[in-house]
């Protein structure tokens, strides 16, 4: 039997070792990045009142999983569904009054926010193991990436994938059995990081060199993902409505650079990022941006060749999930920015891995500039001071901020990391080359998080969309028909039954609008929502799917005033209309 590779002298950084430290020593780290983690991520909390629209799919899916039954689309992959609608059950029956939201928003809300500590801190653990205690900045880095923020704020799936993600580098690393059941985790959070499975396949099989064991032990990690395949192509005719791979085949395209790309802007968005730096050196700012987003990349590159070339088995694991994931989204139609986050702690893992392996170098470096190196870093000290004090501008003149995450986020965050690290660095001598390392760290803070305001916007900004929907639950009855581009959303304030009282705009069949008044009358259909927002909310690739140029007309509510008449209005968040449908008029008989 071959010898594992984790027990050979050239795979040394998958295995602990006594160098790194002990797991005493990381625990103010643990609790700085918990306590950092957790204040973004419960500010993140609730800030938007209408949830993402892909939430609605999430919870109807878990909805019926936890009642025995098929969910009406297999689109969505169980795991994040089952644990919104399973906590939002226990929310339920727990809560003894209305607290304004469903439970099952509270319980995304909560899953999300609560998920953001905890993937700062496994990526510490991850990359402590690999390049020590300046894994912290690593989780720094990452817990104020401006996508992660807006992920954590929205109920979205992409913080729990990270987490799957995480769970199964960690396992890998720690030679843990259960590296295979969280890949099969993953995979079934979304399955666009089924790639984890083939990547353990690969690292088995180059430990082990027994092929029967490796393809046995991924084939039963795959098992789940098989089964809700099979589900899938069984009920594809009555439950396949907008599936990934319908997606695919009506819109087939491969772009590896957009993916690819994507990940490292998530990183550091050189496109949205604004560096506040003096006059005299202002003309550099696209410069140091472009330099900012390509020193990641570049020692992500170097960790990545230093993996392979060492066999370092958490690493090609990496790798590998890494070219599946960017494989599907070359060819996945849509381009989500959010799409890149799941592998941005992977990227920032990579490049300090990278970095790690040039300390060697570094440290000639710094014996050649000598003291030269000094002044160097004297410059660079007082730049980042002026930076900082430029950074607070927005705080201290709030007069030019409506929002108040301009005020809260940043400060928050830039505290956490001052107050929990600035004493015990300083205190360790180089005080000069820590100083600044901490003054750079305070810098990243603040610019991703300026970065990340303008994705939130007030947050209510949508809110008479929640609002009309409570109307319809509170003031109409179960057999009353609904239309609306937003159903989701009325059956989460509404009711799910009956099943087919909400319909979806891409669910009528007619192309003008009279041919809509009849189909409305023919379906019993009595009410349709409308707002002036439909296409910026939804974009114009569902605006197409779902046919909303032939709703325009209710934009102007008097040119339809023969058809429908205006139940209720709602004014600038957004403009909304609840019409109500006439019935067909009878004819006034001839005298």
Same mark, same amino acid.
């Given at each position: 039997?071959?010898?594992?590779?984790?027990?050979?002298?050239?795979?040394?950084?998958?295995?602990?070792?006594?160098?790194?430290?002990? *797991?005493?020593?990381?625990?103010?780290?643990?609790?700085?990045?918990? =306590?950092?983690?957790?204040?973004?991520?419960?500010?993140? #909390?609730?800030?938007?009142?209408?949830?993402?629209? @892909?939430?609605?799919?999430?919870?109807?899916?878990?909805?019926? +999983?936890?009642?025995?039954?098929?969910?009406?689309?297999?689109?969505?992959?169980?795991?994040?569904?089952?644990?919104?609608?399973?906590?939002?059950?226990?929310?339920?029956?727990?809560?003894? *009054?209305?607290?304004?939201?469903?439970?099952?928003?509270?319980?995304?809300?909560?899953?999300?926010?609560?998920?953001?500590? +905890?993937?700062? *801190?496994?990526?510490?653990?991850?990359?402590?193991?690999?390049?020590?205690?300046?894994?912290?900045?690593?989780? !720094?880095?990452?817990?104020?990436?401006?996508?992660?923020?807006?992920?954590?704020?929205?109920?979205?799936?992409?913080?729990? +994938?990270?987490?799957?993600?995480?769970?199964? &580098?960690?396992?890998?690393?720690?030679?843990?059995?259960?590296?295979?059941?969280?890949?099969?985790?993953?995979?079934?959070?979304?399955? @666009?990081?089924?790639?984890?499975?083939?990547?353990?396949?690969? &690292?088995?099989?180059?430990?082990?060199? %027994?092929?029967?064991?490796?393809?046995?032990?991924?084939?039963?990690?795959? &098992?789940?993902?098989?089964?809700?395949?099979?589900?899938?192509? =069984?009920?594809? #005719?009555?439950?396949?409505?907008?599936?990934?791979?319908?997606?695919?085949?009506?819109?087939?395209?491969? @772009?590896?650079?957009? /993916?690819?790309?994507?990940?490292?802007?998530?990183?550091?968005?050189?496109?949205?990022?604004?560096?506040?730096?003096?006059?005299?050196?202002?003309?550099?700012?696209?410069?140091?941006?472009?330099?900012? /987003?390509?020193?990641?990349?570049?020692?992500?590159? $170097?960790?990545?060749?230093?993996?392979?070339?060492?066999?370092?088995?958490?690493?090609?694991?990496?790798?590998?999930?890494?070219?599946?994931?960017?494989?599907?989204?070359?060819?996945?139609?849509? %381009?989500?920015?959010?799409?890149?986050?799941?592998?941005?702690?992977?990227?920032?893992?990579?490049?300090?891995?990278?970095?790690?392996?040039?300390?060697?170098?570094?440290?000639? +470096?710094?014996?050649?500039?000598?003291?030269?190196?000094?002044?160097?870093?004297?410059?660079?000290?007082?730049?980042?001071?002026?930076?900082? !004090?430029?950074?607070?501008?927005?705080?201290?003149?709030?007069? @030019?901020?409506?929002?108040?995450?301009?005020?809260?986020?940043?400060?928050?965050?830039?505290?956490?990391?001052?107050?929990?690290?600035?004493?015990?660095?300083? =205190?360790?001598?180089?005080?000069?080359?820590?100083?600044?390392?901490?003054?750079?760290?305070?810098?990243?803070?603040?610019?991703?998080?300026?970065?990340?305001?303008?994705?939130?916007?007030?947050? =209510?900004?949508?809110?008479?969309? $929640?609002?009309?929907?409570?109307?319809?639950?509170?003031?109409?009855?179960?057999?009353? %028909?609904?239309?609306?581009?937003?159903?989701?959303?009325?059956?989460?304030?509404?009711?799910?039954?009956?099943?087919?009282?909400?319909?979806?705009?891409?669910?009528?069949?007619?192309?003008?609008?009279?041919?809509? $008044?009849?189909?409305?009358?023919? #379906?019993?259909?009595?009410?349709?929502?409308?707002?002036?927002?439909?296409?910026?909310?939804?974009?114009?690739?569902?605006?197409?799917?779902?046919?909303?140029?032939?709703?325009?007309?209710?934009?102007?509510?008097?040119?339809?005033?023969?058809? &429908?008449? $205006?139940?209720?209005?709602?004014?600038?968040?957004?403009?909304?209309?609840?019409? #109500?449908?006439?019935?067909?008029?009878?004819?006034?008989?001839?005298?």
């Amino acid at each position: 039997m071959s010898e594992p590779i984790c027990n050979k002298p050239s795979s040394p950084v998958s295995v602990p070792g006594p160098s790194l430290g002990s *797991v005493r020593s990381a625990r103010p780290d643990i609790l700085a990045l918990v =306590a950092l983690g957790l204040i973004l991520g419960l500010t993140c #909390r609730g800030h938007f009142t209408k949830p993402h629209n @892909d939430f609605y799919q999430f919870r109807e899916t878990g909805r019926s +999983l936890i009642c025995g039954e098929l969910p009406a689309t297999f689109k969505r992959a169980p795991v994040y569904p089952i644990l919104i609608a399973a906590f939002g059950s226990a929310i339920e029956a727990a809560l003894l *009054v209305d607290v304004g939201k469903h439970p099952d928003l509270l319980a995304a809300e909560w899953i999300n926010a609560l998920l953001l500590p +905890l993937n700062g *801190v496994l990526v510490f653990l991850i990359g402590r193991r690999w390049f020590g205690g300046a894994a912290r900045w690593a989780s !720094v880095w990452f817990l104020v990436l401006p996508i992660g923020l807006f992920c954590t704020a929205h109920a979205l799936a992409e913080p729990l +994938l990270v987490a799957t993600l995480l769970l199964t &580098v960690l396992a890998v690393q720690r030679g843990s059995r259960w590296a295979y059941p969280l890949a099969a985790l993953a995979s079934m959070t979304r399955y @666009d990081a089924a790639g984890l499975i083939a990547g353990l396949f690969v &690292v088995d099989l180059l430990r082990t060199r %027994r092929p029967f064991p490796a393809v046995a032990r991924a084939a039963l990690a795959s &098992v789940p993902l098989l089964i809700w395949l099979i589900l899938t192509a =069984a009920t594809w #005719r009555e439950r396949s409505y907008d599936h990934y791979l319908s997606q695919i085949r009506d819109d087939p395209r491969f @772009d590896p650079v957009w /993916a690819l790309a994507t990940p490292l802007r998530c990183v550091f968005d050189y496109e949205k990022v604004r560096l506040r730096l003096p006059a005299p050196i202002a003309g550099l700012e696209p410069a140091l941006r472009q330099a900012a /987003a390509a020193l990641p990349a570049g020692l992500a590159l $170097v960790g990545a060749f230093v993996a392979v070339r060492r066999r370092d088995q958490a690493l090609i694991v990496v790798l590998i999930a890494f070219a599946a994931y960017t494989l599907v989204h070359a060819l996945f139609p849509f %381009r989500e920015f959010r799409f890149g986050y799941p592998l941005a702690p992977l990227i920032l893992l990579a490049a300090g891995f990278g970095l790690n392996e040039q300390r060697e170098r570094l440290e000639r +470096l710094r014996a050649l500039l000598g003291r030269g190196l000094t002044l160097l870093l004297a410059v660079l000290l007082a730049l980042l001071v002026w930076v900082v !004090v430029r950074e607070t501008e927005p705080f201290r003149l709030r007069g @030019d901020f409506l929002n108040p995450w301009a005020v809260t986020l940043p400060v928050l965050a830039v505290l956490g990391v001052v107050v929990v690290w600035a004493t015990p660095l300083l =205190a360790r001598g180089k005080a000069l080359s820590r100083a600044t390392l901490l003054l750079a760290g305070v810098t990243l803070a603040m610019v991703q998080i300026r970065t990340a305001l303008p994705s939130f916007g007030w947050g =209510a900004n949508m809110a008479n969309i $929640v609002e009309s929907a409570r109307w319809i639950g509170a003031n109409t009855r179960p057999e009353q %028909r609904v239309l609306s581009a937003e159903p989701g959303v009325l059956r989460l304030y509404a009711g799910l039954e009956p099943r087919e009282r909400f319909l979806g705009f891409e669910q009528m069949e007619a192309k003008t609008w009279p041919e809509i $008044v009849r189909e409305c009358r023919q #379906r019993s259909i009595e009410y349709i929502i409308w707002h002036d927002q439909q296409f910026g909310e939804h974009g114009p690739v569902y605006a197409k799917k779902m046919g909303l140029a032939r709703f325009d007309v209710l934009g102007d509510p008097a040119g339809v005033a023969d058809d &429908v008449v $205006v139940e209720r209005q709602y004014r600038n968040y957004p403009n909304l209309w609840i019409f #109500r449908v006439l019935p067909t008029r009878t004819p006034a008989p001839e005298p």
